[in-house]
């Protein structure tokens, strides 16, 4: 079984939209929770990153939202950029990195 | 500075043929792991190293096998391929617990006919 769910798979947003990607997870042993950018042809890249003694993260225009007791947490992209277009998964550590199911973003002009 | 390295970039096997899958890091990283991405379906982790001569198994290791005889090296075995197995394979590696980035290789892409 999937131990961490996200959604949705796709996402279509305009250029200065908000984009918003959601995970769930339910290993509460999970420590670590980042979010990892690919491009086609590319492995992914860290993101952002968050420790669950924290309820959000913000670097730039990239904002992470934790929510420990619903045990979820997002991504959301302020002023979404048509070079934000990329896989985003989301990702869960305990000893082990575990990745959710990815969402491809397309930012349009 | 190389990062992680992989080889062959890409790759077209047989049912039944067996290779491996090279992976290579120069950060002196303690951790190193093995994933597939399919789509729809994420990254999946095959295999993972804490250290040289430590390996353990992932989400999804049937039908493949590592070794991890030095720091810097994560092979990644097929013994008998087969058309299930056709993917993108990504090698990741990361200091360890302290410092988590994980930084990963360009990927291989095997295609098993």
């Known amino acids: 079984q999937q131990q961490v769910k996200q959604s949705p798979q796709s996402l279509i947003v305009q250029k200065g939209g908000i984009s918003i990607i959601n995970c769930a997870y339910e290993n509460t042993a999970f420590d670590y929770f980042p979010w990892y950018q690919q491009f086609p042809g590319k492995g992914p890249a860290l993101l952002i990153a968050i420790r669950p003694d924290v309820s959000e993260k913000k670097e730039g225009r990239f904002t992470i939202s934790f929510n420990k007791s619903a045990k979820q947490f997002s991504l959301h992209i302020m002023d979404s950029q048509p070079g934000d277009s990329a896989t985003y998964f989301c990702a869960a550590m305990s000893g082990k990195l575990i990745f959710g199911q990815g969402t491809e973003l397309s930012v349009k002009p | 500075n190389a990062g992680v390295t992989q080889t062959p970039k890409f790759q077209v096997l047989k049912t039944g043929q067996s290779m491996t899958l090279q992976c290579a890091q120069d950060m002196n990283h303690e951790y190193m792991s093995w994933y597939r991405q399919d789509p729809g379906m994420g990254l999946r982790l095959i295999h993972y190293s804490v250290g040289a001569g430590i390996t353990d198994q992932g989400e999804v290791p049937n039908g493949y096998n590592v070794s991890r005889s030095t720091t810097e090296d994560f092979p990644l075995r097929l013994l008998s391929a087969a058309p299930s197995q056709t993917s993108v394979y990504f090698c990741?590696?990361?200091?360890?617990?302290?410092?988590?980035?994980?930084?990963f290789g360009q990927g291989t892409r095997l295609t098993v006919v």
């Open positions: 990741a590696s990361s200091y360890g617990q302290l410092n988590t980035e994980a930084f």
